[in-house]
């Protein structure tokens, strides 16, 4: 049973940094591609940013991409998701979540087959 338990999330003034992590327990961390989603207050989940297994290569959602970061430590089991100039519409429920299915990019960003429990990330004006 693969279990994913996130961190990292609280409280930051706009233009502030963050960074989140995601410890995966139960199966090979390396067998699985991950991401990183969000739920605003309100509003539906949204894809944030996804990596491969290998960490080769990785892919963002335009609204975060050049301030937000996704990077993963195998040795760890570790995903992290390094959040730059942040911006009250970041504001959300983050959710880490994990696939061991080799598919395109934008089938992840669709979703993955296991998730978090989420961690909450509020950015003031």
């Known amino acids: 049973q693969v279990q994913l338990d996130e961190s990292g999330g609280g409280l930051v003034q706009a233009g502030g940094s963050l960074r989140l992590s995601c410890l995966l327990s139960g199966r090979p961390f390396s067998s699985y591609a991950l991401g990183w989603f969000r739920q605003p207050p309100g509003k539906e989940r949204e894809f944030v940013a996804a990596?491969?297994?290998?960490?080769?290569?990785?892919y963002y959602a335009d609204s975060v991409n050049g301030r937000f970061t996704i990077s993963r430590d195998n040795a760890k089991s570790t995903v992290y998701l390094q959040m730059n100039s942040l911006k009250p519409e970041d504001t959300a429920v983050y959710y880490c979540?994990?696939?061991?299915?080799?598919?395109?990019?934008?089938?992840?960003?669709?979703?993955?087959?296991?998730w978090g429990k989420g961690t909450l990330v509020t950015v003031s004006s």
């Open positions: 990596i491969s297994w290998s960490g080769d290569s990785t």
């Open positions: 979540a994990a696939d061991p299915v080799v598919r395109s990019f934008s089938l992840y960003a669709q979703g993955m087959d296991y």
